[in-house]
């Protein structure tokens, strides 16, 4: 099983709203990672958590906020976005040290009005 | 700094026309060289990871291999259903995956 489950699909939210994008894995990895990805580009990474702490975020603004809570989530809480915020989210797992494939998931569809 | 280029940037192929997509990289300490398949509006889905150089890997139509600046994933005898966006990323040795900006395959019927 290579499923990595990232929850909701579609969001449409406010400016001034919060929310949140969950994301799941169950194959033992121990690296998780977001990546924001805009129509005909490719993904651009965000943050890499390596063993549930945070060990890279690419400048992003503090707007969005990950959060692993264990090995198996990762979540992306969202606060006070903007329009030209709305993208493809990605969630991505990997195991650490030997065979490194890193598998992504569906997506969460994100619009910001 | 990390660099993956891609090209061509878009392939339009005959049914059964076989071709090549390049991906030239330049990644410090390189843990492996991913090829995905993106369709519309959904995640990447993996097909291979090659970590070192003269590494070849094969799955159905399509063939990855690498050296030490270049991937290449040759698509033998495309059909329709191999038309995607593939793209290539490499892993430097702190995690970071970076991708190049696609090769849009197009196989017409």
């Known amino acids: 099983d290579t499923e990595v489950t990232q929850t909701p699909k579609h969001l449409v939210m406010g400016m001034t709203n919060k929310k949140s994008l969950k994301c799941e894995q169950h194959m033992g990895h121990r690296a998780m990672y977001w990546y924001k990805q805009k129509a005909k580009k490719p993904p651009e990474l965000m943050f890499v958590y390596s063993y549930e702490k945070l060990s890279i975020n690419e400048s992003v603004p503090s707007r969005f906020s990950p959060e692993c809570p264990n090995s198996s989530l990762l979540n992306l809480h969202l606060h006070a976005l903007q329009p030209e915020d709305s993208a493809l989210y990605l969630c991505?797992?990997?195991?650490?040290?030997?065979?490194?494939?890193?598998?992504f998931g569906e997506g969460s569809w994100l619009t910001v009005v | 700094e990390d660099q993956v280029t891609q090209s061509p940037e878009a392939l339009r192929l005959q049914e059964g026309e076989s071709s090549s997509l390049n991906c030239s990289y330049t990644?410090?300490?390189?843990?492996?060289l991913f090829w995905y398949r993106q369709d519309p509006g959904k995640g990447p889905e993996f097909l291979f990871t090659?970590?070192?150089a003269g590494e070849e890997k094969e799955k159905e139509r399509l063939k990855a291999t690498l050296t030490k600046k270049e991937s290449f994933l040759h698509i033998t005898a495309p059909k329709p259903e191999d038309s995607a966006t593939y793209l290539c990323a490499g892993l430097s040795n702190d995690y970071k995956l970076s991708f190049g900006a696609g090769t849009t395959v197009t196989v017409r019927a």
């Open positions: 990644v410090s300490g390189l843990r492996g």
């Open positions: 991505a797992s990997s195991p650490i040290g030997s065979g490194n494939t890193i598998y």
């Open positions: 090659l970590y070192s």
